[in-house]
């Protein structure tokens, strides 16, 4: 199993990140996973296209798949949301207990400054940013990796693999081919 999923496995097990700060925007609920008491869902800041359909506003925290801009359908609750469109961002997630408050701004302005990137959430250690995917997969990698020498904190796409239901697979998606 790939690290980033056995990370993305531990934080299913401890509940959802529902925490953002997005308090003023509306939300929806979205699959990410199970853990041993059942479904968990990450509330996540949307806009409606349609009925069932939305645009995300935000890149998730736990979900995989999802990123900032997607239009996504959920037609049913109980099962992982549809993805429409890609709305053209990585999704890059980042699982710690804690980060020096110094790091994560550092981390921000940079990936702000050299990639366009934002932060869309944080919930104590736990980062999750949007990047654009124009960059491609191997030139979003310096402020991350800068981040992880710094930190010694690793970094994770979140959004770029094409089965995820079997964790020995990693064939690409290569949307941002396209971007």
């Known amino acids: 199993m790939p690290f980033f999923r056995l990370y993305n496995y531990a934080l299913l ?3 959802t990140m529902d925490d953002f700060n997005c308090e003023e925007l509306p939300h929806i609920r979205v699959l990410a996973g199970e853990n041993e008491n059942g479904p968990v869902y990450e509330s996540l800041p949307a806009r409606q296209i349609d009925d069932d359909v939305y645009e995300l506003l ?3 925290g736990l979900t995989l798949n999802l990123a900032r801009g997607d239009v996504i359908s959920i037609k049913d609750p109980s099962a992982p949301a549809e993805v429409l469109t890609r709305g053209g961002n990585f999704c890059i997630q980042i699982y710690a207990d804690q980060v020096p408050d110094e790091a994560v701004a550092k981390l921000e302005r940079e990936v702000q400054q050299q990639l366009g990137g934002t ?6 250690g736990n980062l999750t940013f949007s990047v654009p995917g124009r960059h491609g997969i191997y030139h979003v990698n310096g402020p991350f990796d800068a981040f992880r020498e710094a930190t010694g904190v690793e970094w994770y796409f979140a959004n770029i693999y094409a089965n995820l239901d079997d964790d020995d697979d990693e064939t690409l998606l290569d949307w941002w081919l396209t971007a």
């Open 119 to 124: 932060l869309d959430g944080q919930f104590e």
């Open 13 to 15: 097990k401890k509940g």
């Open 58 to 60: 935000a890149s998730p």
